[in-house]
């Protein structure tokens, strides 16, 4: 158990939809990034929040937006959803401020189905 | 250009066998960080190991070694005695900047 977690598990929406889901870091931990995992391209880089504020972006649709709280959970919102979008959302969190000695601990996923 | 190349796309072992997963990388940022992670099949990526750049001896922990070749920019995970618990996929990564990229990623099976 890596101390992070993730909900919810699955999600299964239609086209067009928009969802939410939800990341609570490891006890300490300030950084959130979020990652998409799918078939075809892999694990990809969204975004990466550090105590409340957008640290750094990656490849990132404009129809997927995140925040992270005060209280250090961060949440993905993804809407207009297309078929594309299903892959497994992960979660990860670290100590630092993102300098590469840091290594992120991962939540377990959030399995997302566009039918 | 592949920032993460592993070319290994599966591998399969006999069971108590050591066992070396490739991985090279590029950059031309003298501090980055590179690290393994293991995702089983139940999807979870789990953390195994990190080297820095600036680190002069190869990292260890437990079953787990990575084989630095800075020249070559090569970080190479070797396990020792494998087990059929080792099953999964293993994908390297490297920390330059705020980005953590990812390779494809190596299909490890373990047969009995």
């Known amino acids: 158990d890596s101390g992070v977690t993730q909900t919810p598990k699955h999600l299964i929406t239609a086209t067009g939809q928009r969802v939410t889901l939800r990341c609570s870091p490891r006890?300490?931990?300030?950084?959130v990034y979020w990652y998409q995992q799918s078939l075809d391209q892999g694990l990809q880089f969204l975004i990466q929040?550090?105590?409340?504020?957008?640290?750094a972006k990656g490849n990132i649709l404009e129809r997927f937006s995140a925040q992270q709280f005060p209280d250090l959970h961060s949440e993905l919102n993804l809407s207009s959803l297309e078929l594309g979008d299903s892959a497994l959302y992960f979660c990860?969190?670290?100590?630092?401020?993102?300098?590469?000695?840091?290594?992120?601990?991962f939540g377990p996923g959030t399995r997302l189905t566009v039918t | 250009a592949q920032k993460i190349t592993q070319t290994q796309p599966g591998m399969f072992v006999q069971e108590k066998e050591a066992v070396t997963l490739d991985c090279t990388y590029d950059?031309?940022?003298?501090?980055?960080?590179l690290f393994w992670y293991k995702q089983p099949s139940s999807g979870e990526m789990i953390f195994l190991i990190y080297?820095?750049?600036?680190?002069?001896q190869n990292a260890t922990e437990g079953r787990y070694s990575l084989n630095f070749q800075k020249a070559r920019k090569s970080a190479n995970l070797v396990i020792s005695a494998s087990q059929l618990g080792d099953s999964a996929m293993y994908f390297c990564?490297?920390?330059?900047?705020?980005?953590?990229?990812f390779g494809q990623g190596t299909r490890l099976t373990i047969n009995p």
């Open positions: 990860a969190s670290s100590a630092g401020d993102g300098s590469p000695a840091y290594e992120q601990y």
């Open positions: 006890s300490g931990d300030l950084s």
């Open positions: 929040y550090y105590n409340g504020e957008e640290r």
């Open positions: 950059t031309s940022d003298p501090s980055y960080g």
């Open positions: 080297q820095g750049s600036y680190d002069q």
């Open positions: 990564a490297m920390r330059e900047g705020l980005e953590l990229v």
